[in-house]
Nanobody, 118 residues
Framework: VQLQASGGGLVQAGDSLRLSCAAS????????VGWFRHAPGKEREFVAA????????DYAESVKGRFTISRDNAKKMVYLQMNSLKPEDTAVYYC????????????WGQGTLVTVSS
């Protein structure tokens, strides 16, 4: 599966932004998809993930209640709705995919930059 993230930009603290991850491949529904972020000077960190059915989701504590991950298997799209953005959310955001029975995130898209000004 190939992934392409988009939707990043420059926003002010408190604003909202929606990231999109477009996937290619006929078996997209067999993959869990996650969002990760990498801020300057920090390790890459997990943000959110959604199972292949779209029912089960996971979030990092730092984004719970502010970010929502969703997917549309028919459109082969995964979204990350980010509300109440904070300057510490500034990072390059990546979407990644793993086959449903694996724990390894084997497929990565290019990043999209989110900058939150105070």
């Amino acid at each position: 599966v190939q992934l392409q993230a988009s939707g990043g930009g420059l926003v002010q603290a408190g604003d909202s932004l929606r990231l999109s991850c477009a996937a290619s491949g006929r078996t997209f529904s067999n993959y869990a998809v996650g969002w990760f972020r990498h801020a300057p000077g920090k390790e890459r960190e997990f943000v959110a993930a959604i199972r292949r059915s779209g029912v089960s989701t996971d979030y990092a504590e730092s984004v719970k209640g502010r970010f929502t991950i969703s997917r549309d298997n028919a459109k082969k799209m995964v979204y990350l709705q980010m509300n109440s953005l904070k300057p510490e959310d500034t990072a390059v955001y990546y979407c990644a995919a793993r086959i449903w029975y694996s724990s390894q995130w084997d497929y990565w898209g290019q990043g999209t930059l989110v900058t939150v000004s105070s």
